[in-house]
């Protein structure tokens, strides 16, 4: 074969490799190998001085043009498959938008605060203001300073969780200590009437605990919102009207509300507040037992010895008070059938509040 045949065969093999190279890394190959520094046409001018002289013109000529084709085609196969390896990182990394979404779950405040929320909400409404009180109290805020004597049922061991006097002393003859985890919200309303300005119109929304074995209608932990009113000239009619008003707020405006009389050691007189069932609108159903009402809270008129015993004059000032289970309240808005459901956590049951 001449010199000229070879370098047209070198030429037509190149085309075939650049064709067919699959990626750049090929490419390169087929490049080092054709126009690289030992490459096979960098061989032929490199031996040029071997060329017969009559052929040196066409076959330096030839080498050269070989030497632009090829490159030309390796530039154009370069730019080829960049733009391949473009479109293939694009489609690999592509974002389908129709695929469904993964849903994150979003938590939310628990039925309980929402209910405390909400009940506060409405008291603000009325002028009133929050206060706070403590979960461990002693004897003396949570039964003696609310007309409750000594030998009082609510007082027993039964009911109260009394903490652990560890000084050594006897703390009473009962044996009991004088600091309990309070029973009730009610003692809010002894330092309210020691530590605030007259007239006092507050809430106080909080823990208590009984001792009690948890079951549809108890828990030995629960919350409750205490109501106090002290101020000149309050009447019966002021705590119907404004427990009627409250009723209606948080139940919903076709709710009826009932007071029954009571026994409260710290009101006089003392009631208990129903509001006629939702479920059956007051006709009876097994929610209330037939009887079309709910109770819901308790209240009365401050007992004048409470006033007495907290400094302020009940000649001159009078009041009521309320307490309302918050757990009792949720169950009766929301139709729940059993107060530990509350508690239990289960995502089905409050992912519905
Ligand atoms: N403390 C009472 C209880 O736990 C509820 C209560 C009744 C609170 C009458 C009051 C009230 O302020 O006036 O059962």
Request: contains cysteine.
């Amino acid at each position: 074969m001449s010199l000229v045949d070879e370098i047209h065969s070198l030429i037509s093999d190149v085309s075939t490799k650049i064709a067919d190279s699959e990626n750049l890394d090929k490419l390169e190959e087929v490049r080092v190998a054709v126009t690289g520094k030992s490459g096979s046409l960098t061989g032929y001018l490199r031996n040029m001085g071997n060329v017969r002289k009559e052929e040196r013109a066409e076959v330096g000529k030839l080498v050269n043009s070989a030497r632009n084709e090829i490159e030309a085609k390796l530039a154009e196969k370069r730019e080829e498959l960049k733009a391949a390896e473009m479109q293939a990182k694009i489609a690999s990394s592509a974002v389908d938008v129709t695929l469904p979404g993964r849903c994150q779950h979003i938590g939310h405040q628990h039925l309980i605060s929402n209910i405390i929320d909400e009940c506060t909400d409405i008291f603000l409404g009325l002028g009133y203001t929050v206060k706070h009180g403590r979960e461990v109290e002693t004897d003396y805020y949570n039964f003696t300073a609310l007309n409750a004597p000594a030998d009082h049922p609510s007082r027993s061991m039964q009911d109260t969780f009394y903490c652990i006097d560890n000084s050594g002393d006897v703390a009473n003859v009962r044996g009991e200590s004088d600091v309990l985890l309070r029973t009730q919200t009610s003692g809010v309303q002894v330092h309210a009437m020691e530590d605030e300005e007259l007239p006092i119109y507050i809430i106080a929304p909080g823990k208590v605990y009984r001792r009690d074995v948890a079951d549809p209608s108890h828990l030995p932990q629960f919350h409750q919102i205490e109501g106090l009113v002290v101020d000149k000239g309050i009447t019966f009619g002021d705590l119907k009207g404004t427990l009627e008003y409250v009723c209606k707020a948080i139940f919903g405006e076709e709710r009826e509300t009932r007071f029954r009389a009571h026994y409260f050691p710290f009101t006089e007189p003392s009631c208990e507040a129903d509001v006629s069932c939702g479920i059956c609108g007051g006709k009876g159903c097994r929610m209330c037992k037939g009887t079309g009402w709910l109770e819901i809270l308790g209240c009365g008129m401050v007992d004048p010895n409470v006033l007495r015993m907290s400094g302020i004059d009940p000649e001159v000032y009078s009041g009521f008070a309320f307490g309302m289970g918050v757990e009792r309240i949720a169950c009766l808005k929301y139709n729940v059938p059993d107060l530990r459901m509350l508690l239990q956590g289960d995502e089905r049951f409050l992912k519905q509040f």
